[in-house]
């Protein structure tokens, strides 16, 4: 067996990947070339390089296997003769039946028929198991490998070469991945005057090179109310975005997508994520600034309705209060776009196994 972290600790993190294979046979060929391709494409491996198999890693492998999307199974010729490889596949198996993990076999230099009827190695592997293990772990094992080996996945004989073989086995775990992460939707709320065609343009375009789902709101101010379309693109989002500028709060269309936006923190649990550009968050909290001589307009505009600017201060000052990013705190803008798309893509990935481990 083998992933990049070194401790013994049980990990606590999510992984795209788990691979499973015997490590004498593909860990310095074909492993390896696997997972450096996987992570160039930015999938997260777990991968465990520590060659030691004693009892106090089993926890930490199994936990790994539940914290993954995707399990590889390597069938190579000496994998069924690896106890320590077998009760991996169990748990695999089980994670596939209770948490609907995507489990790929990949038949490297072994005929899915060997696997499937327990013939050649998997045979003589068996037959040595025979004389130290009880009959019912090797029946858990025996029924195990051939629920795995039915399912549909890769087989070196049908490609060219081992290159070949790799690209398709990216393809399929980047195109899961990416259907995963479109299932949801970013919106994003800003001031399109100030930040539309620079340091909006820049966060579109990252977020969409990770395949997040982004609405950007382009449509100019018109009436007196946000249309029921947005709103309900506003509802169906799994994450808001505000990107609070200096002339945030002088858009009363900004303002009603905020009021919606909270609405759906309390009422669906949608991620919210303030973004303060070159604007102090405590002038956004106690509308101070610029944010102050929006709201003077405000009062002029709708002094017979004085509960919508209620309303309106009320839902500023509570996202001021969430964690979000603040651009004074970062070098500059590449550094903060940075920071925001990791923590966006980290927190819909958490969101996604949370749904994947309910479902």
């Known amino acids: 067996m083998a992933v990049s972290a070194t401790s013994s600790q049980v990990p606590q993190e999510r992984y795209d990947v788990f691979i499973s294979y015997k490590s004498e046979d593909v860990r310095l060929g074909f492993h390896s070339h696997l997972t450096k391709q996987l ?8 991968v465990d390089e520590m060659l030691g198999k004693g009892d106090e890693m089993l926890p930490r492998l199994l936990e790994a296997i539940k914290r993954s999307k995707i399990a590889l199974v390597i069938f190579s010729e000496n994998y069924a003769s690896s106890s320590w490889c077998l009760d991996v596949l169990v748990k695999i198996m089980e994670c596939r039946r209770d948490n609907n993990q995507l489990v790929i076999p990949i038949f490297y230099d072994v005929e899915p028929s060997l696997v499937w009827h327990l013939k050649g190695a998997y045979a003589y592997a068996f037959a040595l198991h025979e004389q ?3 009959d019912n772990l090797l029946r858990i094992w025996r029924s195990v490998l051939i629920e795995t080996a039915c399912l549909s996945g890769f087989q070196l004989s049908n490609f060219p070469n081992e290159s070949n073989l790799i690209d398709g086995i990216i393809k399929t775990v980047v195109h899961k991945k990416r259907v995963d992460l479109e299932k949801d939707k970013v919106f994003i709320s800003f001031r399109g005057s100030d930040v539309r065609y620079g340091f909006l343009s ?22 007196d ?3 029921t379309s947005l709103k309900e693109t506003i509802e169906g989002s799994t994450m808001a975005l505000v990107i ?10 900004c303002l009603e997508e905020l009021v919606k936006i909270m609405e759906c923190k309390r009422d669906k649990n949608q991620i919210v994520i303030p973004i303060f550009y070159h604007v102090d968050p405590s002038h956004v909290r106690h509308q101070e600034g610029s ?17 919508k600017l209620q309303v309106w201060k009320s839902v500023l000052k509570e996202i001021a209060d969430l964690s979000g990013y603040h651009s004074s705190n970062f070098l500059n803008e590449p550094d903060l776009i940075d920071g925001i798309v990791k923590d966006v893509y980290k927190k819909l990935e958490d969101k996604g196994n949370l749904r994947q481990s309910a479902s």
């Open 225 to 227: 109310e946000i249309s």
């Open 39 to 46: 992570q160039q494409e930015g999938i997260h491996v777990y």
């Open 202 to 223: 820049h966060l579109t375009k990252q977020l969409l090179q990770k395949w997040i789902h982004v609405h950007a709101d382009e449509m100019l101010e018109r009436g």
């Open 244 to 253: 609070f500028s200096k002339g945030y709060a002088s858009s009363r269309w």
């Open 291 to 307: 944010y102050a001589d929006a709201f003077a307009q405000h009062e002029q505009n709708f002094k017979d309705d004085l509960m």
């Open 132 to 134: 130290k293990f009880e």
